[in-house]
């Protein structure tokens, strides 16, 4: 009996060696390729060229929060594709203002602040898809992914620039920006597969396509930061056209030119910070795979 006892434990200790050899080599993967301390060694998007880049969003001063990474792309040669929900059109705090002017406020605001990047709709592809502003979570999902998975088909993007829709982190207290997280990922991954939405390669020619690196802001779990010091004054100056969003203009409109003197303040503590050598970062949450599974 002892000697079965003493032959069983042999036998379990054998059984959990060669587990752990089939275990460990798979956990080394598992944080290998696709896991954040890669993710933090990817490739420098700021030496990308000839590349097609899409930014999607939903709402005209969303792209600020990577538009120093887009100026970079852009400036070395990459297309931009620019992608808007809505058209902003119910986000002033100013009892005088209307929905039609204010949504002709933010295009011209973010057309401008955009320029200043050295991205243009005459250079670069603009597209609105014109919803209304709060209210993209009543649209049809169904009608969202398609357009989106489409645009995405048309242009077949080498990265995505997104809402963030949520790791651990899904609390988005916005409506907009809860919707345009997760129709964007729901449409790049029906793009992926061709018996969704068939009709676009059956009468428009558009072949499924894979959309294999994510770079995902407004995230609180970023994990890629992008240096953006040499376009950080640009993008002051950028920031200073969304006169109708951030500031006193979204209380009482006083556009459409920038406060040229908070605009003087800014530049001057940026100069100051780069002075004593800080860089200035763009923050993401870069998933560098096909999320298509
Ligand atoms: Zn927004």
């Known amino acids: 009996m ?4 003493i032959m ?20 080394c993967l598992a944080q290998g390729e696709g896991g954040p301390a890669d993710q933090k060694k990817a490739d420098d998007i700021t030496k990308w060229t000839n590349k097609t880049i899409m930014w999607v969003g ?3 001063d969303d792209e600020t929060s990577c538009m120093g990474t887009l100026s970079i792309l852009k400036q070395n040669g990459n297309k931009i594709i620019m992608i808007w929900y809505t058209t902003g059109n119910k986000g002033s705090r ?6 039609e002017r204010l949504a002709q406020i933010r295009k011209t605001e973010s ?10 709709s005459s250079t670069d592809t603009f597209i609105c898809l014109g919803y209304d502003d709060g209210m993209l979570e009543y649209v049809p999902d169904l009608e969202l992914t398609e357009k989106v998975c489409k645009l995405i088909r048309k242009y077949r993007p080498d990265a995505v620039f997104s809402m963030d829709p949520g790791d651990t982190y899904t609390r988005w207290l916005k409506t ?5 997280a997760f129709i964007t990922l729901d449409a790049a991954r029906a793009a992926a597969y061709h018996l ?3 009709s676009h390669r059956i009468y428009e020619g558009l072949q499924p396509f894979t959309v294999t690196d994510y770079f995902f802001y407004s995230s609180r779990e970023t994990n890629f930061d992008v240096d953006i010091t040499k376009v950080s004054d640009k ?16 209380l009482k409109y006083i556009g459409p030119d920038p406060d040229q003197e908070n605009l003087n303040k800014q530049l001057k503590a940026n100069a100051e910070r780069i002075a004593k050598g800080e860089k200035i970062y763009e923050k993401f949450r870069r998933v560098s795979e096909s999320l298509s599974f």
């Open 235 to 250: 993008k002051i100056r950028a920031r200073s056209w969304y006169v109708s969003q951030f500031g006193p203009g979204n």
């Open 2 to 5: 002892k000697e079965d006892l």
């Open 94 to 99: 100013d009892l005088e203002m209307t929905s």
């Open 8 to 27: 069983k434990l042999k036998n379990m200790q054998l059984f959990l060696g060669c587990l752990l050899i089939l275990i460990l080599p798979l956990k």
């Open 111 to 120: 057309e401008k602040a955009l320029n200043e990047m050295g991205i243009s």
């Open 176 to 180: 907009d920006h809860r919707a345009s």
């Open 196 to 198: 969704y939405f068939p």
């Open 58 to 60: 939903p709402h005209e």
